[in-house]
Structures are given as C-alpha cells and as structure tokens.
T-cell receptor, first 115, second 116 residues
Framework: DTGVSQNPRHKITKRGQNVTFRCDPI?????LYWYRQTLGQGPEFLTY????????KSRLLSDRFSAERPKGSFSTLEIQRTEQGDSAMYLC?????????????FGPGTRLTVT | AQTVTQSQPEMSVQEAETVTLSCTYD???????LFWYKQPPSRQMILVIR??????QNATENRFSVNFQKAAKSFSLKISDSQLGDAAMYFC?????????????FGEGTQLTVNP
C-alpha cells in the first residue's frame, strides 16, 4: 500500500491553457474525492466518485472543470481555459465505501499556478 | 448547509505544554462525524482524531483528545505534552451521516507553532 499518489506535484501554466491532473487512489478504495485548497484556507469539496460513477459535484465545479474515473481506478481532473483564480492546491483523497466510518486518505496534492 | 469555523488563525505552545484549538460548527443534522486533520509543511493531510456525534464520550488518541459539546456545537482539540513534530496546520472538519455523499466540510485552519 503506497498511499494516494498525485501527478504532477507542481504545474505552471499560462492563462487560457488546459491542464490535466491525475490521482491514483489506494488500490482497494472504491471512493475517490477531489478538493481544492487555496493558500491559507481549508480544502473545499469539488466532486466524488464511487467506482466509476461521479455521484456528487460541487457548485465550485464550473463547466471548465471535468473529472473522470474510468474503470473505477485512477481519476483525472481537467481544467479548460485556465484562469488565474484557478491557482490552488488540488487534493485527491480515497476511501472505502462501506457502511459506517471510513477514513479519507489524502494525497500530497498538485499545486497549480496560472500565470 | 453545514459550516465549520475555526476562530484562531494561529496558536503557539511551548514544547511539553498543552494547547487547545477551537472549532465550532453549524448544522441542523443530528447524525454526523467530526474530525481534526493535521497538515504538516509537506502538505499531506493526516487524520488526527474523529468523533461520532451520537457518542457522548469524548474521543482520545494518545496525546490528542477532544471536547465535544453537541448542544453548543463546539469541538475543540487538546494536544498534551506538545512536541516539535506537532507543528502544522490543523483543520476541523464535518461529515454528514444523513445526506448522501461523503464530502468533508473544513474550517479555515489553525497554524500551530511549537516553540522549543
């Protein structure tokens, strides 16, 4: 078990470009979450998947954002036509989806800087 | 919608001393979980302690304990015998057990400094 991994760790892009981030969850975890964290703030929920189904999306997830989780394994988060306001740390987390308590394990994040 | 508030942006403590971080939350639900997460400078979030709302007994994990006051909607974290490795950003978080989904709602965070 190597934990949740995210790639790339850092991304610098110019405004208007598209970017894609990848998250690899813990292998037996069927739930996967994306959060966004701006400097000095707590993470904000963006979306979550149970297996390959995207079950919930925040209003923060504008139409420029899209997330996928093909085959219920890794997930990608794409931002189209990036804006400076998209600069943030994008965190991925995964968990089991059993009844009762299930801890969300977080990855190290991808820091996006839009210039 | 649920909200979580941490009113202490920064706290400091001397090594080996005790510090308490505050958290309040707002919800109309009766069934939920509360968490404290630690985010060290490397920025990977780690779960410190959790509390089920239906449990009256306060959770304890080694040097970490909580004071859960359900009626007051207060959930503070006490760190005893503070160590240099406790220095981090601490986030209080809420998760509903009643509504669908598993989203965590985080507070703004408290930056804890531990002085040697």
């Amino acid at each position: 078990d190597t934990g949740v991994s995210q790639n790339p760790r850092h991304k610098i892009t110019k405004r208007g470009q598209n970017v894609t981030f990848r998250c690899d969850p813990i292998s037996e975890h069927n739930r996967l979450y994306w959060y966004r964290q701006t400097l000095g703030q707590g993470p904000e929920f963006l979306t979550y998947f149970q297996n390959e189904a995207q079950l919930e999306k925040s209003r923060l997830l504008s139409d420029r954002f899209s997330a996928e989780r093909p085959k219920g394994s890794f997930s990608t988060l794409e931002i189209q036509r990036t804006e400076q306001g998209d600069s943030a740390m994008y965190l991925c987390a995964s968990s089991l989806g059993l009844a009762g308590f299930y801890e969300q394990y977080f990855g190290p994040g991808t820091r996006l800087t839009v210039t | 919608a649920q909200t979580v508030t941490q009113s202490q942006p920064e706290m400091s403590v001397q090594e080996a001393e005790t510090v308490t971080l505050s958290c309040t939350y707002d919800t109309s639900e009766s069934d939920y979980y509360l968490f404290w997460y630690k985010q060290p400078p490397s920025r990977q979030m780690i779960l410190v302690i959790r509390q089920e709302a239906y449990k009256q007994q306060n959770a304890t994990e080694n040097r970490f304990s909580v004071n859960f006051q359900k009626a007051a909607k207060s959930f503070s974290l006490k760190i005893s015998d503070s160590q240099l490795g406790d220095a981090a950003m601490y986030f209080c978080a809420y998760r509903s057990q009643e509504t669908s989904g598993s989203r965590l709602t985080f507070g703004e965070g408290t930056q804890l400094t531990v002085n040697p």
